[in-house]
């Protein structure tokens, strides 16, 4: 499939390093980049379509130097029952499970505004690179809501503490502070960021398919696990990936000091 002909008004997609590494821009700079209905749908198909070509990265980001303002509230089902209410919250939760389902390592690129479902949004990729300049919080709650589905991935990459002073405070914070207690991975320095971001997806893109895969899966499975239950899963896990054709080579080219030529299986 031609990942970047499933670009519409509203996500730009494009591939880059012959199809391993998809980009995802949400276009909507006028509000903020928004989550609504249409931006869902095009993240989900694209994670679907960069696990069908075999890509190993999948970078998400906001047009306009923001990355995302959260939901679309001019969007929201006002003064409709229930059932429209969790129709319209569904997609966040749809997308955030996929996108720890999915093959692919995903990267969010935060500049500006990272606020509300969008902090969700980010808290649920793997690495999160963001802008010296760029804010995070979830200012919903001060509309009356609160960051229920943005909680699932940020109480998983925050502490507890820290956790409940951003959701139930909505105070914003900087990227230093959003790296200090876990939220980011990494800030680039001023006028650095696109050669911090290219940097991060490099350092990724570079390893085996059947690692990242392998590796990724592993990770969330045994992350609600028990130490003992965990050990014994993770021995399997090893035992299957040494068992791999890109193991084996990847050995070979240490042992005899040359780059590796992954195979994907």
Known sequence: MDIDALSDDDLRLDTRDDGLVVRATIDRPDQRNALNDAVVAGLLDALDAADDADARV????????????????????????????????SGLARLLKRMEDA?????????????????????????????????????????????????????????????????????????????RIGLVTTVADQGEFEATLDDTVAAIVKNSPVMLS????????????????????????????????????GIDAFLTDRDPEWRGR
Not at 69 to 82: E, F, I, K, N
Not at 153 to 162: L, S, W, Y
Not at 221 to 243: P, S
Request: proline share 3%.
């Open 214 to 249: 392998m590796g990724k899966e592993a990770y969330y499975a045994q992350r609600d696990m028990g130490y003992g239950e965990a050990l014994d899963y993770l021995k399997e896990v090893i035992a299957l990936l040494a068992l791999s054709e890109d193991t084996e080579e």
């Open 58 to 89: 999948f970078v998400i980001r906001g047009a306009g130097e923001t990355f995302c303002s959260g939901g679309d509230l001019s969007a929201m089902p006002l003064g409709q029952g229930a059932q429209d209410y969790r129709e319209n919250f």
């Open 103 to 179: 093959s692919v390592i995903t990267v969010a690129a935060v500049e500006g505004y990272c606020l509300a479902g969008g902090c969700g949004l980010a808290a649920a990729c793997e690495f999160v690179v963001a802008d010296a300049d760029a804010q995070f919080g979830t200012p919903e709650v001060n509309v009356g809501l609160f960051p229920a589905q943005a909680m699932a991935p940020i109480t998983r990459a925050v502490g507890e503490k820290q956790a409940l002073k951003l959701m139930f405070t909505g105070e914003r914070i900087d990227a230093e502070e959003a790296h």
